[in-house]
Structures are given as C-alpha cells and as structure tokens.
C-alpha cells in the first residue's frame, strides 16, 4: 500500500488471532466485517468480496487467501486498508486448499500490489508462514505484511545496458497467448533480455515470469538486451511485441463486438427463484442437474533418487506435450484455430522455467516428483489468481488444466476424474468450474448446458461453450454445487440465470423457446442432407473429418456423405502406446459399420513435423516440417505401415467402402514403393482390392500431379499444409497466422494445377483442409474443378447450401478471377462482393 496510507494503525481491530470460521464464504464474510468495522469501506463490499471469489480464485498458496472486492465496487472502498484471520484450525478454500491466514484487500487504487508482493515472498518462506499461524501477536503479522522486500530485489530490478521503453497497447494486458509469443521471440534471442515495470523484473523466456508482472493496458516498461548483438536482439524483440498489437486489438474488438449484441433472455411463467451467475454462452437449455463433484485429489509424497525422478518428470513433460498438441490439432479442425490457440499457449507453460525449477527444487530437497509437480502448479497458479487481473486469474486455470495432465503421465493413478460418466440427455452439467480441455471434449449429445460456480465469461472453458453451442453460465456460487443431481432445471445463457424447480408451464415454455430458436437454426440447414447440387446439375460429393467411430453419428446427421479424413495418428498420439494390429482393426471395422456402406477414406500414419509421438523414439530434427513425416517416416518404418496395412485389409474384407490414402507425397517413385507392399499385404490376405490414394501438401505434389495420377486413384488435397509450403509460413505461428490463409492466388493456382493433372488420367479430386469448410472457399474449389469437400461436420449445412444455390458456369468464372488476383484479401474481398 502506498506510503502515506496508514491503514494498520490500529492493528488490534484489523488482526484477529486465532479466529474460527464454519466455511469459506463465513471467513470472506468476517474479514468484511473487519473493513467495515475499521472505515476501510461502505457496508456492501463484504458481499462483493463473495461475488469476487465465484469469479476468480483467491487463494494465493502456502495456507494464505487474499479475498478482496470486484473492480466493479470499488466505489465502496473509503481508504485503503488490509483485515487479517488467523485461522489456526484452517478453512477449506477450495478442495485441496486450506487458509490458515485470511488476508481481506480493500483498495481503490493499485495500492494492494506492495501487500501481494509481499504475501508471495512470505508463501515461499514455510517456517515463517507457520510462525505467523501460530502467533499470539497481532503485532508479527502486521509487522510480516510491512516489511519492505530485501534489498537484493533492488539489484535484480537493474536494466541491462541496451534498453527500449514500451507502454502496454494490449487491450487485455499481458495474457498467456501474447505472453507466450513473448516467450518465443526472447528464447530465440543471441542476447539476455529483462522486462522491467517499475521494480519488478521478469525474464521473458518463462512465460510465468511475464505473467507475474500483471501487465495492464498503459502500464510503461522498459526492456533491456545484454550479450552480443544487444540492440539487434532488443530491436527484434520490440517488434514481435509491438506487431502483436494490431491482433489484440482486433481480438479486443471482436469479443466487444459479440458482447454488445443485445439478447433478450427467456422470462418463467412462474415467480421463480433463480442462481444468479455470469453469462457466458448463449442460448437456453432444459435439463436435470448432473453435478461433477471437486476431485478429491491427494497427491502422495513418494521420494525417488534424483536421477529416477528427473527422467519421469522429463517423460512426463514429453508425453503431455505431444497429448497437447494432439489436441491442438484436433480442436483446430473441431472447433478452428481461434480456439485451438487456447491448448497451444498452455502446451508452452510446459516449457515454463521457473515451473520446472520449482518442481526441481522441491526433489532435491527430497520430495516425490508428482508432490512436488502438484505443488509448483498450485504455487505458481495461486500467485497468477493473486494478481487482480481477472484475465490473468483465468489462466491460473489453464495452469491447473495442463498440470493436471502431467500428474496423470506422473502416475495414471493421479488422473483426474473423468467426464465419462453422464447421465442420459439432456443432462446440465454443474461444475465448481471446468478446464479447457474437458469443455473442448464434452459430449454434446448428453450434455446441453453447463453451470459453474467459479470461473469468468472471459475464461477459455466460456469461449469453448461458445463455439460448442452449449447454453452456459458462470460465477454461480457455492449455491449450484448444492443442488441435488436429477434436479430439473432451465440454464439462461443469456441472462446468466439458472432456474429452480419450474413448474410444467415453465418447462412449456421454455422449451417452447429453443424449439422457435432450433426451428430458426433447421430453416438454414434444413437442407442439409440434401445432396450438393448446383442449380446447373452439377454435383459435389460432401464428406466429414472424422477420426473416431462414435463420431460418425453426428456427422451423418449434419449432412455429411461419409468420411472423407479419418486421421489415423490419434490413434498414437492419445496414448502412451503402439495400438496393434488386432486393436487398429477394431477401430476401422468401427467406422466402416458406422458408415453403413458410405465411403470412408482412411489416411496412413501421418507422424512428423507438429505430430510428434514420443514412445515412437524418432530422430530429434532441427526443422521436422521438412524431415521425415508422413510417406518418408512409413517407409523407413515397416513396423508401423505394415501392421497398418494389414489391420486395413482385414478390415475392408467384411465389406464397405473402405479408400487407403497416403500422406506428404513428393515423387511418383514413393506412391510405386507404398502400392507395391500395399498389393503384398492383399494379396496375402486375400483381402479386396480398394483405391489407393494419396494427399497433394506440399508444391512439388501439385506441380507434378499429372506424374502422380499415373499412380494414385484419386487425389486429397491437404490446403493447410500446401498453405504453409506454398507460402514458406509456419502455421502454428501466431506472428503469421493471418498471411496463412489457404485463398491466396498462389495456393489456388497449385490447386488448379492439380485438377489439371488429375484429370489427364481420369482421376477425381477432392480436398479435406480448412477452405473446404468455409462457403466461398468451397464455393471457389468447385469452380476450380474439385469434386469432393471433406470438412469438420458442424460446416457441412452451410457449404452444401452454398453450392446448391450456385451454377458451375458462375463458380468457374469466379475461380477464374481469383486466381488472377494479387493476394489473398483481394480473393476474399472478391468474395464479399459476390455473396
């Protein structure tokens, strides 16, 4: 607190020793009473101090809470000033998490940001923690809370001798996906680089580190770069940190946009008594209450020596980063790169050096490495919920999402409690919160709204319900997780209400709403299983990217014809372990009989470049996008491609419309080899001859297309990675994601290429990337002669309509002006012209 606040004088009335409090809310309430008693503030801010603490967790670590009010409130704030319970017997928190110090903030400035500096050096401090819990003296723990940092803080906060100043232009701050660009940009530096804002310092190669800053808009820094090429080194990373600018604001932008589309929410019947919470997605839902109870989790303390317990927690780490970005590619092609962004910047915390020297530190002085992991994860992200950034307090929550993964490739006993176990539809889910992951991987066709006493609009689990479709509600309170399971219930995604025991008219009426809403949605895709006919007669074969069986449902429902992708590394890269041949055959056999006789195109093992799988043991590369992936890495490896192919063959001699298609074909000489073993393993199974196909994704492929149609049946082409070869662009570059885009004339004029090649020999083409998902890309691939779209379900609808109420003779000519413009926001300004 500022110098000439005095806020503490009277320390008796401000400190309660040995205090008791029956739950968390009963402590939150009394440390109120505390400011309230002192002057500090009105009457009313103990109750914003409770709706506080459903938004972001307060709990900073080590037995210390900080409860404090919502920025909302601090108009009730009169001075300045902290309240303390010293609660020797301790009060849960939150599951796991017991205070023994609850430390109440009352603050209408950034005043409190010297006491939480303090509070973190203290938690890192056991001995003194517990001298503090123990006192009879209120005098030590105001003393404790006044103490100025050590004077080595003043020496860590020097800048190195090339400096830069840089004001936050970031709308949101500094949060874990700029962050992570930061962290990047300075592990790719010849030179040391420190980010300074005012005394405090972070290294910006631990993502961490930046995030303890707690960087606001219009907070001044100054970066500084010592070493070689010192002002080389500061002056490029200055400009990834300013050409980040352009896209927070634009994201900023976007999300204010969306929040000010007025909404009008479902009104009871009845006098109905309701939760009240935060709205985060929109729509309604009716259901019974399924309640996902905290997971208990205790992490026990098993010391190992330090050489055993540094290689589990590095194949841990290796293991849950390849999970991670199995997910990330799996929820690009789910749900789009936007949300995909989400799993890339927590896969970076894995990388986070002060995580991992914390986890380390706690080992050497002799704790188990699952103790230890669960400990730095709870430090660190009690330190990110302490900072009163509300962005930042969310991604506290990203930290617990990916170390919960890490504990569970620790020790499988330590996984968290499952999803896996719903009621039947249409279930409510009731959770103190949710991860991000678990909310991308929810089974939508059980689940139809979400309620969470913690979390925030802005969290990533709420962007995820979003684009999920899912009616939900955040910041409920403790109130939710009362609710008895099987309790009917109406969720308001909009009004941010969930409401109790309707009566029957209720009911009525509500579900009266979502079915005008759903009947609003069916008259835009009611056509949906309609074949994809332009009005000219031309037809376009419309398939989904699926990779599991129990997928294949709702993408048959939305429209799709059959399987036009099924990726079959997930197999791989969501376990620890090869699946064998009997294992592989089940899965295909799964999504043949799915199909019922519609076409599935199954793609060989595409491992390399992003899709790493660790118990494969491959060569470490310096650049895997240009190594050994796909068509190379199978035939080098005939350990994986002949299993494969065999659990393939087996597959398709009970029936259906099974295609093989083999990935990153460069030369004709690699599709002759693959064809060779693949006519040696039917031939000794005496399976039927299926269509062997390959996928056109890097230049080359397109280029030669007429070569390669000698060979292939039919052609796939992969527009995401022809895109990034195309182009010389990393896709998984957030410095570059927007110049990524697969309607650049370039990548056009390769598709054409390909056509024109596939059709010398009679062969069909289609293309399972992302334009084939989006209307006028779609729209364009027609007119450049492609025949068949695969795409991720929900884009289904939308592109057939599109198609449907073209003509071929128009869809031609429009190819033929996009490919004669200059870049691809031409093309897609030739597009809004159009529609």
């Given at each position: 607190m500022p110098a000439s606040a005095e806020p503490l004088t009277r320390a008796d009335e401000l400190v309660r020793i040995a205090a008791r409090a029956a739950d968390k809310e009963d402590a939150i309430r009394q440390v109120g009473q505390l400011l309230i008693a002192a002057g500090c503030v009105a009457p009313g801010y103990e109750e914003s101090m409770v709706r506080r603490e459903a938004v972001a967790n307060t709990f900073l670590g080590a037995g210390v809470a900080i409860p404090h009010g919502l920025g909302e409130d601090k108009g009730l704030v009169r001075r300045d000033g902290i309240a303390i319970l010293q609660l020797r017997d301790g009060v849960e928190w939150n599951p796991g998490q017991t205070a023994h110090l609850v430390v109440g903030i009352a603050a209408n400035s950034d005043s409190h940001i010297a006491i939480l500096r303090r509070l973190t050096r203290l938690i890192q401090d056991d001995a003194r923690i517990q001298s503090l819990v123990a006192t009879d003296d209120a005098g030590v723990i105001t003393s404790a809370l006044q103490e100025n940092a050590p004077s080595a803080a003043a020496s860590a906060a020097e800048d190195f001798s090339e400096?830069?100043?840089?004001?936050?232009?970031?709308?949101?701050?500094?949060?874990?996906?700029?962050?992570?660009?930061?962290?990047?940009?300075?592990?790719?530096a010849t030179a040391r680089l420190r980010v300074r804002h005012g005394s405090e310092t972070a290294d910006p190669r631990s993502l961490v580190s930046l995030l303890q800053l707690g960087l606001k808009a219009g907070d001044a820094v100054t970066i500084s770069a010592d070493g070689p090429d010192a002002r080389a080194a500061l002056d490029a990373f200055l400009a990834v940190v300013r050409r980040?600018?352009?896209?927070?604001?634009?994201?900023?932008?976007?999300?204010?946009?969306?929040?000010?589309?007025?909404?009008?929410?479902?009104?009871?019947?009845?006098?109905?008594?309701?939760?009240?919470?935060?709205?985060?997605?929109?729509?309604?839902?009716?259901?019974?209450?399924?309640?996902?109870?905290?997971?208990?989790?205790?992490?026990?303390d098993e010391p190992v020596d330090l050489v055993t317990g540094g290689a589990l927690l590095d194949e841990a780490l290796t293991r849950t980063r390849a999970q991670m970005k199995a997910l990330v590619d799996e929820t690009t092609r789910r749900l789009g790169a936007s949300d995909a962004a989400i799993f890339k910047a927590q896969a970076d915390l894995l990388d986070d050096t002060d995580l991992i020297t914390l986890t380390c530190q706690l080992m050497v002085e002799g704790h188990g490495v699952g103790w230890a992991w669960d400990q730095a994860v709870g430090r660190i992200a009690g330190q990110l919920s302490a900072l009163g950034n509300p962005v930042l307090a969310a991604r506290a929550a990203d930290l617990h999402d990916v170390g919960r993964r890490v504990l569970a490739a620790i020790d499988p006993a330590l996984a968290a409690g499952s999803l896996a176990v719903l009621p039947e539809a249409p279930a409510i889910l009731i959770a103190p919160d949710l991860s991000p992951s678990d909310t991308a991987t929810l089974d939508t066709n059980r689940v139809v709204g979400i309620a969470t006493a913690l979390g925030g609009p802005t969290s990533h689990s709420a962007i995820l319900a979003r684009t999920l479709g899912l009616p939900?509600?955040?910041?409920?309170?403790?109130?939710?997780?009362?609710?008895?399971?099987?309790?009917?219930?109406?969720?308001?995604g909009d009004s941010g209400r969930v409401w109790l025991d309707p009566t029957d008219a209720d009911l009525d009426s509500a579900k009266a709403w979502i079915t005008d809403l759903a009947e609003k949605r069916l008259a835009e895709a009611a056509d949906r299983s309609r074949p994809a006919v332009t009005r000219d007669g031309h037809e376009i074969a419309v398939a989904a990217n699926v990779n599991r069986p129990d997928q294949v449902a709702f993408a048959l429902a939305q429209g799709g014809e059959g399987v036009g992708l099924m990726r079959t590394e997930f197999l791989f890269l969501e376990r620890g372990d090869t699946p064998d041949e009997a294992e592989q055959e089940a899965i295909y056999r799964g999504m043949i009989d799915a199909l019922d006789g519609r076409p599935l195109i199954v793609r060989?093992?595409?491992?390399?470049?992003?899709?790493?799988?660790?118990?494969?043991?491959l060569p470490k590369e310096e650049n895997p996008f240009l190594g050994v992936r796909g068509a190379r890495l199978l035939l080098r490896r005939p350990d994986l491609l002949d299993p494969q192919l065999r659990a393939l063959y087996r597959a398709a001699k009970a029936g259906g419309d099974l295609s093989i298609m083999f990935p990153m074909i460069t030369s004709a000489w690699e599709l002759v080899r693959l064809r060779e073993r693949c006519e040696a393993i039917r031939v000794e199974l005496d399976a039927p001859v299926v269509p062997i196909g390959i996928m056109i994704e890097v230049?080359?492929?397109?280029?030669?297309?007429?070569?390669?149609?000698?060979?292939?049946?039919?052609?796939?082409?992969?527009?995401?990675?022809?895109?990034?070869?195309?182009?010389?662009?990393?896709?998984?570059?957030?410095?570059?994601?927007?110049?990524?885009?697969?309607?650049?004339?370039?990548?056009?004029?390769?598709?054409?290429?390909?056509?024109?090649?596939?059709?010398?020999?009679?062969?069909?083409?289609?293309?399972?990337?992302?334009i084939a998902g989006d209307p006028f890309g779609a729209a364009l691939l027609v007119g450049l002669g492609v025949t068949e779209l695969s795409m991720t379900p929900r884009d289904v609808p939308a592109v057939k309509a599109r198609i449907r109420a073209s003509d071929l003779t128009a869809l031609e000519a429009l190819a033929r002006r996009a490919v004669e413009m200059e870049g691809a926001a031409e093309v897609r300004a030739l597009g809004e012209a159009v529609a």
């Open positions: 400096t830069a100043k840089w004001t936050v232009e970031y709308p949101a701050g500094l949060h874990a996906r700029p962050a992570s660009a930061w962290g990047e940009a300075a592990r790719a980040l600018t352009a896209r927070e604001k634009e994201d900023a932008a976007r999300a204010a946009a969306k929040a000010s589309v007025a909404v009008r929410g479902w009104q009871p019947v009845t006098a109905l008594k309701a939760i009240v919470g935060v709205a985060a997605s929109p729509g309604l839902a009716v259901g019974k209450v399924h309640v996902l109870a905290p997971s208990e989790l205790v992490v026990p939900s509600i955040v910041a409920g309170g403790a109130d939710l997780l009362a609710l008895p399971p099987g309790t009917a219930v109406i969720v308001d060989a093992l595409d491992i390399g470049g992003d899709k790493q799988v660790p118990h494969l043991d230049p080359a492929a397109a280029v030669q297309a007429r070569a390669l149609a000698a060979h292939a049946d039919f052609f796939s082409i992969g527009t995401n990675d022809l895109t990034q070869y195309a182009l010389a662009i990393d896709r998984q570059n957030p410095d570059l994601a927007n110049e990524a885009d697969s309607l650049h004339p370039a990548v056009l004029r390769l598709i054409a290429m390909t056509v024109e090649g596939a059709r010398a020999h009679g062969r069909w083409v289609g293309v399972c990337g992302g």
